[in-house]
């Protein structure tokens, strides 16, 4: 017996490979492995914020926020994107969804360019103090 | 339990009968790929709408709790006959959209039964009794988030039921609407019951509370536990004409309680509504089984019978009205001298709840507080401790010279009392403790 739902499978292929198409033109590539690594990460980023993601294709709005950076070699692509998961979910575990992930990512890149490109707690808390700014208060929404 | 039965709760989970159905291989490895597959799609997109489209991450706490609501509108989606068939050929997506329907219509019962409660309103000052009708239901009903938390009650229910109190919503073993539907149907019976008593309950109430220093509704009990043991025994006696019984009925029960209670529950059966009889017979059971064990002086008090006429009854006045206040007041303030203010203060008989709003206004000052003790009566002070404490005045206890000393003021009037009262002397204390032994406080409404 066959159940009647048919999976959109290959929407995230095709995702895949339009990234790739976009990484070389900045002489980048990932390859299946390197992509596979990368979701190992984000699930244990997750687990570290106590947060579950629903969509795999998220990777690669991690991977497009960076990708044109100046800093970024090509050898460190993979690190910054793990470091950007990092900052990403740490700042999603306590931020209400008023927030959008959109927004978020825009704030990060704004303040991981003030912190001369590097991705770490420094750019964490400036985009903290953006948003504060802005006078969104963590976990203000909560249900 | 007529009222219980309009609306079936289920006993069959989703889970358990995809469990079921997989050992007995009615489910084989592909079929239960594309159930899981689309199970999570679902769930992905209650996760997405959620989060109102603005983020595909959630927290675990809030994706556990987005589950349980979805296995809980599974569970009611399932139909009381043909299970197999539907979990088969039933895509997950109706299959939801079912239980929400069912659940909708548990929503319509709930309503007509809080409104039938709210429509038969018996005289019971009970805080939690109301804030179940008034507060607790229609915040429930107002909130109730049937796409992500079908399962979750955050009301209290905090009134008793005569089998006790849903504590942490576990006594049921049931979530969502099935324990508001379950709680309500109790409370509805229990209403019914004593609404029967509606015309004895005022006095009854009182005498309680007369008898035990204490209000009913202060030890937030259930008023069914108070009414089942008087009309278990009213029952099972030849003569008894009112909810009162004297002496010698109790001796009378005590001692046939053998042949009395062979009819007592067959008479019960007859003087109840049938749907009534089902829920309380195993309290009426429990009692009777009570009954042979019981002292005479416990059953004295649960039927409310200890005398009460050996001790004189104090109401306590009600406030005056705002003008005369407002008038007294500007008088007082009037007077040059402590005892000229003390002397006006007795002549317009000023009762002690006037009294203390008057010291809260400050009226008087530092020892001048002192100076109008002194010239108060015993049963004055006594009243002014009553209304401070009336807590520590429960089951007709006497307070103790040496706990006044302990007592925080909460105004600065309080702590000239407690420093008068504690440094009286013992003579004084004794007229004290003699009053509040003897002397049952309420307060006049």
Redesign the interface.
């Known amino acids: 017996m066959q159940y009647v739902y048919l999976p959109k499978k290959h929407a995230l292929e095709v995702q895949k490979s339009q990234m790739n198409q976009e990484l070389a033109l900045y002489g980048f590539h990932l390859t299946q492995e390197q992509i596979k690594t990368l979701y190992k990460t984000m699930s244990l980023v997750c687990q570290k914020y106590q947060m579950i993601e629903t969509d795999p294709s998220i990777l690669f709005r991690f991977v497009f926020m960076i990708y044109d950076f100046k800093y970024i070699k090509s050898d460190g692509l993979m690190e910054m994107t793990q470091r950007v998961m990092d900052v990403f979910y740490a700042l999603r575990s306590i931020y209400p969804v008023t927030l959008s992930d959109d927004d978020l990512l825009d704030r990060m890149k704004i303040a991981c360019k003030q912190n001369h490109g590097v991705m770490d707690k420094k750019t964490r808390h400036i985009v903290m103090k953006m948003i504060e700014k802005e006078g969104l208060h963590a976990n203000d929404d909560e249900v | 339990m007529q009222t219980m039965m309009k609306f079936e709760i289920k006993e069959t989970s989703w889970k358990r009968l995809f469990d079921y159905l997989k050992s007995q291989s009615m489910?084989?490895a592909?079929?239960?790929?594309?159930?899981h597959?689309?199970f999570l799609?679902e769930?992905?997109m209650r996760?997405?709408n959620y989060?109102?489209k603005?983020?595909?991450?959630?927290?675990?706490?809030?994706?556990k709790e987005l589950r349980r609501s979805m296995y809980y509108l599974l569970d009611h989606g399932l139909p009381s006959s043909n299970q197999t068939t539907y979990f088969?050929t039933t895509?997950?997506h109706e299959q939801l959209l079912m239980g929400e329907a069912m659940i909708a219509k548990q929503i319509d019962q709930i309503t007509s039964l809080w409104l039938k409660c709210k429509q038969r309103p018996i005289y019971f000052p009970n805080e939690r009794y109301h804030s179940i009708l008034n507060e607790q239901l229609p915040k429930f009903l107002g909130s109730y988030d049937i796409s992500y938390?079908a399962h979750r009650v955050i009301e209290d229910l905090d009134y008793p039921l005569v089998d006790g109190l849903p504590l942490d919503h576990d006594m049921y073993q049931l979530q969502g609407t099935d324990l508001i539907y379950e709680y309500l149907s109790r409370f509805d019976l229990e209403q019914h019951y004593v609404s029967l008593f509606d015309q004895d309950i005022p006095s009854l109430l009182n005498r309680y509370e007369q008898l035990h220093g204490v209000a009913l509704h202060y030890l937030g009990l259930n008023l069914c536990s108070l009414l089942i043991p008087i009309q278990y025994c009213i029952t099972i006696l030849p003569n008894a004409i009112s909810l009162c019984l004297s002496h010698e009925d109790i001796t009378y029960i005590l001692e046939h309680t053998a042949q009395l209670k062979k009819h007592a529950v067959a008479s019960l059966k007859q003087q109840l509504p049938p749907f009534l009889f089902a829920y309380f017979e195993p309290t009426f059971l429990a009692f009777q089984e009570r009954l042979e064990t019981i002292s005479k002086k416990t059953l004295a008090l649960l039927l409310l019978d200890e005398d009460v006429r050996t001790k004189s009854l104090f109401q306590i006045p009600p406030a005056i009205d705002g003008l005369r206040f407002a008038k007294v007041y500007n008088e007082v303030l009037e007077q040059s001298t402590c005892m000229d203010k003390i002397k006006l203060l007795k002549e317009h008989q000023i009762g002690v709840q006037d009294m203390m709003d008057l010291f809260d206004n400050g009226i008087f000052y530092g020892d001048e507080f002192m100076m109008y003790f002194d010239t108060c009566m015993e049963i004055e002070l006594i009243v002014f401790l009553f209304l401070l404490h009336q807590e520590e005045f429960a089951f007709h206890a006497i307070i103790k010279q040496k706990q006044i000393s302990s007592w925080v003021a909460q105004h600065e009037w309080d702590s000239y009392l407690y420093q008068y009262l504690s440094s009286c002397s013992p003579i004084k204390w004794e007229k004290l403790e003699m009053i509040m032994s003897t002397t049952i406080f309420t307060l006049c409404v």
């Open positions: 489910i084989n592909s079929y239960e790929k594309g159930l597959d689309a799609h769930l992905r996760v997405k989060q109102r603005r983020s595909s991450s959630i927290s675990v706490t809030q994706y088969l895509p997950i938390h």
